[in-house]
């Protein structure tokens, strides 16, 4: 019974609760550190990016593109929160050291006993380290996007802010669905059985 109860608790899935997580963090804007539960992000948007670890290649750079879009991600109200499996010190000490990680805006959590890289199913049993993912969660509580990308490839936040929009958008107007590659201002679809097999008209019009 205990198994099944620690594999539910270990299952994370799209629009679904996030599973609860309180974790240390280091805030480079204060230089202090203080502590994050999930419900401290009620009622806001939310990303939480893992990343493998502190003092690494492609780590930085990904960071560095989450500090450029800070201004944009304010004005969408999105709270973003890095993490890694290191320890506070350490993202102290690598903000103060990497070039790239300058002005770094944001609170990076320190998931260093691997407990939430484990229940959100993107630990490295082996290495003890956290794959590169990206949970967008709603103000509700929900995931609404999971992306887990191999090691080496570094993601792309304005994709990621292009998702959040669609996502905001679907939030703000149920019933609608954004098709691919949609952006703001572009057409929508209102699923319903009339435009089933003539979804190319229904963009047209």
Known sequence: MQEQEYYIESTVKIDEQAPSFSMPFYDPKTKDQGHMDLSDLKGKWSVLFYYPADFTFVCPTELKDMADCEAK???????????STDTIFSHKAWTEHEGLMKNFPYKMLADHTTEYAHIYNILDEKTGIAGRGTFIIDPDGIIRWIEVTSGPLGRNS???????????????????????????????????????????EALQS
């Open 73 to 83: 991600f304010q004005e969408m109200w999105v709270e973003i929160l890095a993490c």
């Open 158 to 200: 304005a994709e990621l802010i292009r998702k959040i929009e669609a996502l905001q958008f679907m939030r703000e107007h149920p019933g609608q669905a954004c098709p691919a590659k949609w952006s703001l201002g572009a057409k929508t679809l209102t699923p319903n059985i009339k435009i089933a097999g003539s979804v190319y």
